[in-house]
């Protein structure tokens, strides 16, 4: 199947939108992602180490049952969303993201070192960017607003040193 | 009246439905925009791309013009919407780390749960990375506490921070993201070299 093209982006934000306006009319809460990965984190380390995770002041807050949560099933469903939307488009396709000027290896490695600092930032920040900056902008938090100067701040001023990986 | 959650139309079960269907149009949205693929969403940060912005900021803008929609309509009791705490410290440090590892990483949570869907290797990496880095967090917990805490205002508004009435800081984020998607449509003639696919 050919890969169609992306849908304007305008169009995709008015549809972003009208789901996360969704969610505040039916349950009074916005979107997130990054919520729903420390619960799977914190559910994870519970196997492994039952005792450490839940003497630990920060997981202990999700230890009782860490998946029965609004979040985590939010995210089920953006990963079915995503898996049909992308298998409508042809878009399924096992490969690595990166510009022409960096091995695979390298772009891996540096998914790993950014996938680590987000990890690390979003709980810090108690959101990421679509449970703080998106949820938050929409109802004009200050923080929200604040956090999403900061992440552009932030990125513009790493790019440079990252070109090779993308561009 | 909304939020029906809050107004006890239905239960936490069926708020779990809810939450599964939310999040199908959530993840469909996002990957029609192109935000399962790395390298989209980092060109966003040399100009060459700036879907980022523009879907980012419409998403806002329509949610936020129907949210004072329907409270002025008085649809919906905003007073029961969640406001995500201020936490100026932890936020604004949070948030700098969390851009430089968005343009080293190539993904933010949301988007590399897309990407990862759709079978980049690069976006399962980046969960295995944030799901360290959120281990990592939870360890150093008792040293980052003072940080994580600093800055607290509450559940403030722009509004508040302001003193301005909601009507005019809607009609001023309208403008600012009209000026930046006229910015945005400029930058990617002069430096967008080919569509990022």
Known sequence: ?167 | MAPFFKFGYFGVETGYVIALLVGISFGFWLERAGFGESRKLALQFYFEDMTVLKVMFTAIVTAMIGLMYFTLFGWIDISQVYVNPTYLGAQVVGGLIFGIGFAVGGYCPGTSVVGAVLGRIDALVFLGGALFGMFVFGELFPLLEGLYNSGYMGAAKITDWLKAPTGLIGFLVIIAAIAMFLGAEWAENKFGKEPAK
């Open chain 1, 1 to 167: 199947m050919k890969e169609q093209k992306f849908w304007n982006p305008y169009l995709a934000g008015v549809g972003l939108g009208l789901t996360l306006l969704s969610a505040f009319v039916l349950m009074g809460r916005g979107l997130g992602a990054s919520g729903a990965l420390m619960r799977f984190d914190v559910w994870l380390l519970k196997v492994i180490a039952p005792g450490h995770t839940q003497a630990n002041a920060y997981f202990s807050k999700y230890f009782e049952s860490p998946l029965s949560n609004w979040l985590v099933f939010e995210v089920i469903g953006v990963m079915i969303g995503g898996f049909l939307s992308g298998a409508l488009a042809g878009r399924l396709k096992v490969k690595t993201g990166k510009g022409p000027n960096i091995s695979v290896k390298n772009r891996l490695i540096l998914a790993f070192i950014g996938g680590s600092l987000i990890g690390f930032s979003a709980r810090l920040a108690r959101g990421c960017t679509s449970g703080l900056a998106l949820t938050g902008g929409a109802t004009l938090a200050l923080g929200s607003w604040a956090f999403m100067f900061a992440v552009f701040a932030g990125a513009y001023a790493a790019a440079y040193f990252v070109r090779k990986q993308w561009i």
